[in-house]
Each structure stands twice: as C-alpha cells, then as structure tokens.
C-alpha cells in the first residue's frame, strides 16, 4: 500500500509556472506508475500526465501537451508536474495517483492510490 500526499497549489497568473510534487509513503514507490488527474468544478475528474516506473516513458493530454512535464525520483519516492503557461482554463485540484500495473493508464479507475489533492488556480 502507498500513501499519497500533494503539495505546491497556488494561485498564479496566466503564463505563470507552477511546481506541484507528490510525496508518496512506503519502499514500493518504484513499483507503480504515476500519474497527475484534474478537477474543476462542475467537471469530471480528467487525465493530465503518467510516467512509467522508471520515469523512461511519459504521456500527456494533449490540452497540457507542451506546457507540462510530469518526472519521478524514485529514490526520494516523490512524483512532480512542472506546470508552464499556465490559463485559466487550468484551474482544477490536481491529484496523484499510483497504479500498480506496468502500462500507462489515462483512466483513473486504472489507479489504484490516490492523494488528497493539491489546488491551482489560474487568473486571468
């Protein structure tokens, strides 16, 4: 089992970078794929990014293709997003994820952990 626990939400301007990270408990961490959803209001809960075990493969929505990059340090058992041009329309309480399997998965019901969720709001 992985606990999993965001941190770096804010509030930011239009343009502006944001760093959100993910600190995951136990000494499996290197055992799970990885993976960044979103939720606005109103909205479901939706794909951002995912990384392999290893962190040698990564995917991407293609609404934040380009502007974010998802990496993993699986000594320090943490998961990160580097947000860049950020619009408002990415306004959401971001979530990690941990999925036991060894493909990435754009479901979240592939997911099996899940952290608590970190905001971001982007103004205009």
């Known amino acids: 089992q992985v606990q999993l626990v965001e941190s770096g939400g804010a509030w930011v301007q239009a343009g502006g970078s944001l760093r959100l990270s993910c600190a995951a408990s136990?000494?499996?961490?290197?055992?799970?794929?990885m993976g960044w959803f979103r939720q606005a209001p109103g909205k479901e809960r939706e794909f951002v990014a995912a990384?392999?075990?290893?962190?040698?493969?990564?995917y991407y929505a293609d609404s934040v293709n380009g502007r974010f990059t998802i990496s993993r340090d699986n000594d320090k058992n943490t998961a990160n997003l580097q947000m860049n041009s950020l619009k408002p329309e990415d306004t959401a309480l971001y979530y990690c994820?941990?999925?036991?399997?060894?493909?990435?998965?754009?479901?979240?019901?592939?997911?099996?952990?899940w952290g608590q969720g970190t905001q971001v709001t982007v103004s205009s």
């Open positions: 136990g000494r499996t961490f290197g055992t799970y794929c």
């Open positions: 990384i392999s075990r290893s962190g040698a493969r990564s």
């Open positions: 994820a941990a999925d036991s399997s060894a493909i990435l998965h754009i479901a979240a019901r592939r997911y099996d952990y």
